[in-house]
């Protein structure tokens, strides 16, 4: 949401944006109507885990991250906890800030920033259910409006990705999308 707004608000200072799942309207307006699997993730900031090695297990239990463990969620997540004196770790991601992006999330009000988006911009869509059909974090009718409000907007679906593992070297179509559309 970040890139978005500061596309349209400061269209002379990138050349280029990229969308990577994001860019619409979350389709829930509460805690409680967001989707499982988010719940599940943000269920484990602030929270202590007595190793490292049980946090990595809880993840990789995960259905929409086991399957898909590589080395960059390893790195991912290595860096992603601090390490306490008893050898407990808990997530750096500030629980409160996340709470807080996420009452104010609709106040970023994408689809009013899309019309004054004037840098090319490339939208990719992790396509692959996360638990539940139709749980992806953009919708088809989402997809469809980002592309009809963003003038020079170029899109790419990865169906056999989801919101996690689109960004993770899973698979090299995203990356390969995404310097392709640096260097034209």
């Not at 086991?66 to 629980?95: C, I, M, R």
Request: glycine share 6%; net charge negative; with cysteine.
């Amino acid at each position: 949401m970040i890139a978005l707004y500061f596309a349209a608000h400061y269209p002379e200072k990138l050349s280029k944006l990229v969308l990577i799942d994001a860019g619409a309207p979350y389709g829930w307006k509460t805690v409680e109507d967001q989707p499982v699997w988010l719940k599940n993730s943000v269920s484990r900031l602030g929270a202590t885990t007595p190793s490292y090695a049980e946090y990595i297990a809880y993840l990789q239990a995960a259905p929409y991250l086991g399957p898909y463990w590589n080395a960059y969620l390893d790195l991912y997540f290595t860096h992603d906890v601090a390490q306490q004196e008893d050898g407990s770790v808990v997530s750096k991601v500030s629980l409160p800030g996340i709470i807080e992006e996420a009452m104010n999330a609709q106040q970023a009000r994408p689809d009013e920033q899309w019309a004054h988006v004037q840098a090319p911009t490339l939208l990719l869509r992790a396509g692959q259910k996360l638990l539940y059909e139709h749980d992806q974090l953009l919708s088809d009718e989402a997809v469809q409006n980002i592309r009809q409000g963003i003038s020079a907007c170029q899109f790419q679906d990865f169906p056999s990705l989801n919101h996690y593992t689109i960004v993770f070297g899973v698979e090299p179509g995203p990356a390969e999308a995404i310097r392709s559309f640096i260097e034209s």
